[in-house]
């Protein structure tokens, strides 16, 4: 079997850079499928204003976005990516799902 001759560190920073990498795909897929899933249930309730009975659910997945989003973004930027621009137009991501990037959803019913 032929040995691999390059310095350990070399060997550990290619395993670290196509762990990265494949992190960020997972984290940009998530955000895909939750944004797709966003979309979705917008076009089937595509009212001039949501009727309060989905308005929680909405909002779960509103939420669930923004922390799809937080997770890529935080990605990225372990990386060394700093500029989520990028991200925002790629993706489109809405304006409601970036201002919640990061929240804690709280618990309802909890005290």
């Known amino acids: 079997m032929p040995r ?3 310095p350990p560190v070399d060997i550990l920073h290619y395993e670290i850079v196509q762990e990265q ?3 960020l795909g997972r984290m940009g897929r998530a955000l895909e499928q939750a944004l797709a899933r966003l979309r979705e249930f917008d076009a ?3 009212l001039p204003e949501t009727p309060a ?3 929680p659910i909405r909002h779960k997945l509103v939420m669930e976005a923004g922390q799809a989003l ?4 935080v990605q990225r930027e372990a990386t060394g990516l ?3 621009r990028h991200i925002m137009r790629t993706y489109n991501v809405p304006g409601e799902v970036q201002r919640c990037m ?3 959803p709280s618990k309802l019913g909890s005290s």
Do not use: E, I, K, N
């Open 4 to 6: 691999d001759l390059r």
């Open 21 to 23: 990498a494949s992190a």
């Open 44 to 46: 089937v309730h595509a």
């Open 53 to 55: 009975s989905v308005q």
């Open 70 to 73: 937080w997770m890529l973004v």
């Open 82 to 84: 700093r500029d989520s």
């Open 102 to 104: 990061g929240l804690v």
